[in-house]
């Protein structure tokens, strides 16, 4: 079977049969078209992991902010753990760093929906377009009401 039709058929096949060309240093056997689509895929894939980490900080962010009423621990360690989601993704792709304004705007619409889809209140309600900046939401103590003992 020759390389391209295994990328076809089993794409598991392909990748160890890839590594072990690699391995050996074997540049002509590549199945470079192919090699070059699915490293294109995985740099796709980093950046929707951070629009979608974005989403969910954004979501929850837009709740406390709208809904201060109904604030709780779930909502504050979300919050949490989506900043140290985004700050480590970062960390190991600092190259996704050009590109945070973009993901910002990309994930606001999934963070609005997701701040729609668990409160009640209306779409109007919420802004636009994006109102925080990058770092504002990346900072731990953006719109985190620390008086209350939700650690």
Known sequence: MDKNSLYE???YAWTQWHIQALSNRT?????WEN???ELESLGKQEYRELVSRLAVL???L??????PESRCRSWFLTIREQRRAVRRHLKRNPSLGSLCQDALEDGFEGGVDL???????PLRV????CPYRFEEILNDHFY????KDWE
Do not use: I, N, V, Y
């Open 35 to 37: 090699l070059q689509k």
């Open 27 to 31: 540049a002509a056997e590549l199945d």
């Open 9 to 11: 058929k089993d794409f």
């Open 62 to 67: 837009l709740k406390w902010e709208s809904q």
């Open 115 to 121: 701040a729609l889809r668990e409160t009640q209140l």
């Open 144 to 147: 985190c009401d620390t008086s």
């Open 126 to 129: 919420f802004p636009e377009k």
């Open 58 to 60: 954004l979501g929850h």
